[in-house]
């Protein structure tokens, strides 16, 4: 039987029939990336003209507003629904992904946790 790295060449009939059998070895695959190159980075965040927030664009093309290392609030659309996603990212080979951590709220319950903000600080405040 033939060893993971190798496998059998079977180009002549004539050789399988006796019972005699090449083996070589698979050529490797070299890595493309090189060592030197400089990591990529996270991309820079614009200023949107008409907000004058910082935020950056998403893979889908949503507005990305940072509010903490790797953490965002979005709008994106899903079956024809505005939801505001808030989300954890994570970094893969340079590359931020929206991770599982993270919330999507429909524009109703959007709207209902803006009324509760005044509330919420008032409970913040007696914890400080």
Same mark, same amino acid.
């Given at each position: 039987? !033939?060893? #993971? &790295?190798?496998?059998?060449?079977?180009?002549? $009939? #004539?050789? @399988?029939? #006796? =019972?005699?059998?090449?083996?070589?070895?698979?050529? &490797?695959?070299?890595?493309?990336?090189?060592?030197?190159? !400089?990591?990529?980075?996270? !991309?820079?965040?614009?200023?949107? $003209?008409?907000?004058?927030?910082?935020?950056?664009? =998403?893979?889908? =093309?949503?507005?990305?507003?940072?509010?903490? +290392?790797?953490?965002?609030? #979005?709008?994106?659309?899903?079956?024809?629904?505005?939801?505001?996603?808030?989300?954890?990212?994570?970094?893969? &080979? =340079?590359?931020?992904? !929206?991770?599982?951590?993270?919330?999507?709220?429909?524009?109703?319950?959007?709207?209902?946790?803006?009324?509760?903000?005044? @509330?919420?600080?008032?409970?913040?405040?007696?914890? +400080?």
């Amino acid at each position: 039987m !033939p060893k #993971s &790295k190798e496998f059998i060449d079977s180009d002549s $009939a #004539s050789d @399988q029939e #006796s =019972g005699a059998t090449s083996t070589s070895k698979k050529p &490797k695959v070299k890595d493309t990336t090189s060592k030197n190159e !400089p990591s990529a980075k996270r !991309p820079k965040t614009s200023n949107e $003209a008409d907000s004058g927030i910082a935020s950056k664009a =998403g893979s889908n =093309g949503e507005r990305l507003y940072e509010f903490g +290392k790797l953490r965002y609030v #979005s709008v994106s659309e899903f079956r024809n629904k505005p939801y505001i996603n808030i989300r954890e990212y994570y970094e893969d &080979k =340079g590359i931020e992904k !929206p991770g599982k951590k993270g919330i999507s709220l429909t524009a109703d319950q959007w709207d209902k946790l803006k009324t509760l903000v005044n @509330q919420i600080d008032t409970d913040l405040k007696k914890f +400080k």
